[in-house]
């Protein structure tokens, strides 16, 4: 299902990126940046999940805690180096991390009337 959420992440964000710079609210290219850096946000979060409770080994289990809790700093740190280095607008960067979550929704509301027929 994750696959699905990054996907739907990346056709909403193109599609608000689109519809705010044709009206002129917000710079589309830190909208999508936004999106990006959700997506990369919770793929890393799931390598990190994947690699503590599905591992045989321990060494990989303790690298996919840490990796887990390291998330969070690497997050902050690279929102914090994209606005301090690059062009970055804060409300479409905003709308970009937002649609991550309303990509998250549509695709759980689809996945829950498509497991609502089936049985």
């Excluded at 990346?10 to 009206?23: H, R, S």
């Excluded at 599905?54 to 180096?81: D, H, N, P, Q, T």
């Excluded at 709308?95 to 497991?115: E, I």
């Amino acid at each position: 299902m994750l696959e699905a959420i990054q996907k739907a992440n990346l056709l909403l964000a193109a599609a608000v990126a689109a519809a705010g710079w044709l009206v002129g609210l917000f710079d589309p290219w830190s909208t999508l940046l936004g999106a990006l850096v959700m997506g990369g946000n919770v793929w890393l979060m799931e390598r990190g999940v994947r690699l503590a409770f599905r591992s045989s080994s321990g060494f990989f289990r303790s690298f996919g805690a840490a990796l887990v809790i390291a998330k969070f700093g690497l997050l902050l740190g690279a929102v914090a180096l994209l606005f301090r280095f690059l062009p970055v607008e804060a409300a479409g960067f905003a709308v970009g991390v937002t649609s991550f979550l309303a990509a998250t929704v549509v695709v759980s509301v689809r996945f829950g009337q498509t497991r609502g027929r089936e049985g």
